[in-house]
């Protein structure tokens, strides 16, 4: 298995921009996750969903944030409009209930700055 | 909500030398993961333990699940270069979806 893709790896975008990050879980996987990664806060959870159902959008800053998963092997992560403070590094993981005790496997993540 | 400190937040050492990091939660847990992150990566999974007194080892780590269910430790023994990165703890209730994250070890290490 490829394990878990998200693109782009790194994008440069002008405040006021909207930004799109996107990732395919692992195949067989029902539970996707969007971590937000910065010094000051580590790793934070913005969003969950399992079997493309979003269970827990506790953690999404504020409504400039959205996410979708349309299918199984598809989901979007995208700031409209985005501001510098959303420099950060965004990943996404997957994990399957059957091997929940396992944790999650991360994505190699999207490092996204705003200028 | 569910908290986990994790110490120390950096460490440097001489190769060679062993390494213990720790983590505590303000709740009890059912499952307690270490993570390895390496830069321009994302968080790899080192070791899991799911009983309390649990002591489980990967090479030349070992981790421990805390009896009181309260905290989790990760020893690396003799350091190489490539032990560099940030370790990463993370808990789990019982039943629960989400796993909580520690603010992770920044390990450097002095060839």
């Known amino acids: 298995d490829a394990g878990v893709i998200q693109s782009p790896r790194h994008e440069v975008t002008e405040m006021g921009q909207e930004v799109t990050l996107r990732c395919k879980p692992i195949s067989g996987h029902d539970y996707l996750f969007w971590y937000r990664q910065t010094m000051m806060r580590g790793l934070e959870l913005l969003i969950y969903?399992?079997?493309?159902?979003?269970?827990?959008d506790s953690g999404m800053p504020e409504d400039r944030f959205s996410a979708k998963m349309p299918n199984a092997s598809f989901s979007t992560l995208k700031i409209q409009p985005s501001e510098p403070r959303d420099s950060a590094v965004y990943f996404c993981a997957s994990s399957s209930n059957l091997d929940f005790r396992y944790g999650y496997t991360f994505g190699s993540g999207t490092r996204l700055t705003v200028v | 909500g569910q908290q986990l400190n994790q110490s120390p937040q950096s460490m440097f050492i001489q190769e060679g030398e062993d390494v213990s990091m720790n983590c505590t939660s303000s709740?009890?847990?059912?499952?307690w993961l270490w993570y390895k992150q390496e830069p321009g990566e994302g968080p790899v999974l080192l070791i899991a333990l799911y009983k309390a007194g649990e002591l489980t080892s990967n090479g030349r780590l070992t981790a421990q699940f805390g009896i009181t269910r309260k905290d989790s430790f990760l020893n690396i023994s003799a350091s190489i270069p490539s032990d560099v990165g940030i370790y990463f703890c993370?808990?789990?209730?019982?039943?629960?979806?989400?796993?909580?994250f520690g603010q992770g070890t920044r390990l450097t290490i002095n060839p």
């Open positions: 969903f399992n079997n493309n159902v979003p269970i827990d």
């Open positions: 993370a808990g789990r209730d019982q039943g629960a979806q989400k796993l909580v």
């Open positions: 709740s009890i847990f059912n499952t």
